[in-house]
């Protein structure tokens, strides 16, 4: 199994960038789809899940109402929007897939984590 996180790069604040999670070696649609972040000297937090069977998702509240999750089940890859970029959303963004997630703003719930990727928000 592999997670593929891409997209990452520099922004601008007020800038956005499309985060995007590629999976093979599982099924994907199996799978709830979580995404976390780890900003410099701070301890990796949640941002937001989108759920394997209806789809639904949730945020974390300093992302919400800026960040929309979706998912492509038949391309195996999970989509991370993030409109209106601060810099405190500076972090490495890393997307995770577990298959039974009773709690999915935990990240032990996750079985597989991919390698991240870098966003930083800069002018």
Excluded at 24 to 30: A, C
Excluded at 82 to 103: F, K, M, Q, W
Aim: charged share 15%; with cysteine.
């Amino acid at each position: 199994v592999q997670l593929q996180a891409s997209g990452g790069g520099l922004v601008q604040p007020g800038g956005s960038l499309r985060l995007s999670c590629t999976a093979s070696g599982l099924t994907f649609g199996y799978y709830t789809i979580g995404w976390f972040r780890q900003a410099p000297g701070k301890e990796r937090e949640w941002v937001s899940y989108i759920k394997n069977i209806d789809g639904g998702s949730d945020y974390a509240d300093s992302v919400k109402g800026r960040f929309i999750m979706s998912r492509d089940n038949a391309n195996g890859t999970a989509y991370l929007q993030a409109n209106s970029l601060r810099p405190e959303d500076t972090g490495v963004y890393y997307c995770a897939a577990g298959i039974v997630v009773l709690l999915p703003r935990e990240s032990h719930e996750y079985e597989f984590w991919g390698q991240g990727t870098l966003v930083t928000v800069s002018s």
